[in-house]
């Protein structure tokens, strides 16, 4: 038994203004660049946004790389907010697909952690010379030495609470995206 019959499209029918948009060079690449990475974190989150990420977009579907299957899951569920929120930035979508591919971080959002050096100096780091000349001129050996670890782990426990203040003025100057509960 054959099945329903294929209609031809003849030369004369119409084609859609879209598609001979996107047919051109010009077309391709606003359509590649309909949503930017700015825009996806602010329409998609911060979480989302480290671990996915805009691709194409193709006759009303937004192709979106994602980090594992979990996060395709997770993006389905949020699919109609996402969709949502596009629609308000005047970015009509009509569905999300995912592809499990690796997924290049953004440059900045999250949060902000310090650099792994400054948290090695803060370990590392010794006395002041005032300090360790006090230090020395305890006579019992025992005292010092108590004296001393502690002295460091002030110092330690201050500098940690500077790298701390430090990161905490850096996500004060990141952009809040709305909806977020930072």
Same mark, same amino acid.
Request: aromatic share 4%.
């Given at each position: 038994?054959? /099945? %329903?019959?294929? $209609?031809?499209?003849?030369?004369?029918?119409? *084609? $859609?203004? /879209?598609?001979?948009?996107?047919? *051109?060079? !010009? #077309?391709?690449?606003?359509? @590649?660049?309909?949503? @930017?990475?700015?825009?996806?974190?602010? &329409?998609?989150? &911060? #979480?989302?946004?480290?671990?996915?990420? !805009?691709?194409?977009?193709?006759?009303?579907?937004?192709?979106?790389?994602?980090? @594992? @299957?979990?996060?395709?899951?997770?993006l389905a569920l949020a699919e109609r907010v996402i969709l949502q929120r596009l629609e308000a930035r005047g970015v009509v979508v009509q569905r999300l697909r995912c592809v499990v591919r690796e997924?290049?971080?953004?440059? +900045? /959002? #999250?949060?902000?952690?310090? %650099?792994?050096?400054?948290?090695?100096?803060? +370990?590392?780091?010794?006395?002041?010379?005032?300090?360790?000349?006090?230090?020395?001129? &305890?006579?019992? !050996?025992?005292?010092?030495?108590?004296?001393?670890?502690?002295?460091?782990?002030?110092?330690?426990?201050?500098?940690?609470?500077?790298?701390?203040?430090?990161?905490?003025?850096?996500?004060?100057?990141? %952009? $809040?995206? !709305? #909806?977020?509960?930072?």
């Amino acid at each position: 038994m054959a /099945g %329903p019959k294929r $209609r031809k499209r003849s030369r004369s029918e119409p *084609t $859609r203004l /879209g598609d001979l948009v996107q047919q *051109t060079a !010009p #077309g391709k690449a606003a359509a @590649s660049v309909v949503v @930017s990475r700015q825009v996806w974190e602010a &329409v998609a989150g &911060v #979480g989302f946004a480290r671990r996915t990420h !805009p691709t194409r977009f193709d006759r009303g579907t937004l192709w979106v790389d994602v980090a @594992s @299957s979990g996060w395709a899951q997770e993006l389905a569920l949020a699919e109609r907010v996402i969709l949502q929120r596009l629609e308000a930035r005047g970015v009509v979508v009509q569905r999300l697909r995912c592809v499990v591919r690796e997924v290049a971080r953004p440059d +900045r /959002g #999250g949060i902000y952690a310090p %650099p792994k050096a400054a948290v090695q100096a803060a +370990r590392e780091l010794e006395l002041t010379p005032e300090v360790a000349q006090a230090i020395a001129k &305890v006579k019992d !050996p025992d005292l010092r030495d108590i004296i001393a670890k502690t002295a460091r782990a002030a110092a330690r426990r201050q500098a940690e609470v500077d790298l701390k203040r430090e990161a905490a003025q850096v996500e004060r100057a990141i %952009p $809040r995206i !709305p #909806g977020s509960k930072r």
